[in-house]
């Protein structure tokens, strides 16, 4: 028989969905199953949205450029230029969701073989783009006694070699809803400075943030421009998962000449999606604000309910809308497939996400999950109380086959 690439055998699954057919499986025997697993609001779509949307009835639906449609560019461009980033339309190429243009940053700034450092946990979509590239992820482990914050300069530097070619700095984070400083992102840049490295910045979620009034972006640090490599979306914020809009920028007319090949080669992202997204870029700070605000509301439900339960560890989430929190287990897969496959109370179980997979470092957040805070408050509160009875059940299982096991 043919073989399988090894490529393809050693990228991993992605923790966020592999666990789908079991709560599919638990739902189909009447579980209701409260999804904290992936980033999926429950929030609606905005209506102008569908306004816009609506005006496609007829006619030819063409390709739209590789680029992205000028008006698309334009959008960005001025919802990025209010928040003080330097960013033309000819600095910004669409993409089909934020996914996309993280696999163009990976791909124009590295070889096979080369390295990318990454402060962990990181969002797990960065582990299965490595793998398909043959490039090497250097972690940086951050520590959650200090909320999940970025160390020294000279601890950065140690993660720099030969190889490497860039940085990743999601910001504010995912997983662990860490907002960086602007002395953290300073030291970022004097790093990439000093080594002539590649910035890739991961602002999806700028305007969810709990704490300082708004994100600073690494575009605001002075000197840095030269060196960065902007990804963003329209799908957290907006509210649009699955519209799959979403762009890579940059000042670098060398990173946008090239990156325009990668584009021409899977030729176009969507027309309509990128044209019914506009109005938002472009006028959506009302908008904006109401959500931060429910978002804040259901951080402080989750938040709250997990520092009070017995052996879990968590620190308050300054963004985004994602927690990592470690439960007192060996082993969070064993926890999420019992939630998932021997757990129910009063017909409900919940479905949280492994946090080993947010790690590159091997071992390391075995006994963690990651938790996305998107359902509405009253949703959540029950949710926290399964997940209590869910944790407790589960121990007490563990112990009863392990009874010398402290």
């Known amino acids: 028989m043919p073989t399988i690439s090894k490529r393809a055998h050693e990228m991993i699954a992605s923790p966020i969905r592999k666990y789908l057919p079991a709560a599919q499986a638990a739902a189909k025997r009447g579980i209701k199953v409260y999804g904290l697993n992936i980033g999926q609001p ?19 639906l063409a390709y739209a450029p590789s680029t992205g449609l000028a008006e698309a560019q334009e959008a960005w461009s001025t919802y990025f230029q209010r928040r003080g980033l330097p960013l033309a339309p000819k600095d ?6 934020g996914s996309e243009a993280i696999f163009f940053s990976m791909a124009v700034t590295c070889d096979p073989g080369d390295e990318i450092i990454v402060f962990e946990p990181l969002y797990s979509s960065y582990k299965s783009y490595a793998g398909a590239l043959n490039i090497k992820l250097v972690p940086v482990t951050l520590s959650s006694d200090n909320g999940y914050h970025l160390p020294s300069r000279k601890m950065i530097e140690k993660a720099v070699t030969k190889r490497t070619r860039a940085m990743v700095v999601i910001n504010p984070n995912n997983p662990t809803g860490a907002v960086f400083t602007r002395a953290e992102l300073t030291r970022v840049a ?9 910035i890739i910045a991961d602002e999806t979620y700028r305007d969810l943030v709990f704490v300082g009034g708004k994100t600073v972006s690494i575009y605001e640090i ?25 762009c890579l920028a940059s000042t670098s007319t060398d990173v ?7 584009a021409q080669a899977r030729l176009s992202s969507p027309t309509i999606e990128q044209l019914a997204v506009n109005p938002l870029l472009t006028g959506s700070q009302k908008y904006l604000d109401e959500i931060r605000n429910e978002y804040r509301r259901r951080r ?5 309910a997990l520092r009070k339960m017995q052996g879990v560890k968590v620190h ?13 287990v060996k082993n969070s897969e064993d926890f999420v497939k019992f939630m998932l496959g021997n757990f129910a109370y009063k017909s409900q179980t919940v479905f949280v996400t492994p946090g080993e997979d947010f790690y590159s470092t091997p071992g390391k957040g075995r006994n963690e999950v990651r938790i996305a805070y998107v ?32």
């Open 42 to 60: 429950d929030l609606l779509a905005p209506t102008v949205f569908w306004k816009e949307v609506s005006k496609w009835r007829k006619g030819v």
């Open 92 to 97: 910004v190429l669409i993409t089909t969701g």
């Open 190 to 198: 004097a790093v990439a400075k000093k080594y002539h490295l590649w």
């Open 222 to 246: 002075p000197g840095a421009a030269p060196y960065v490599i902007l990804t963003d979306s329209a799908s957290k914020r907006m509210n649009l998962c699955g519209a799959r809009v979403g």
């Open 256 to 262: 946008m000449a090239n990156t325009l090949k990668l």
């Open 300 to 304: 402080d439900a989750v938040y709250g």
């Open 316 to 328: 308050q989430p300054e963004g985004a809308f994602y927690l990592m929190a470690t439960l007192p």
């Open 375 to 406: 359902l509405k408050v009253k949703d959540l509160k029950i949710a926290m109380e399964v997940l209590e009875k869910g944790l407790q059940a589960f121990i007490l299982k563990s112990q009863w086959r392990n009874p010398n096991d402290k």
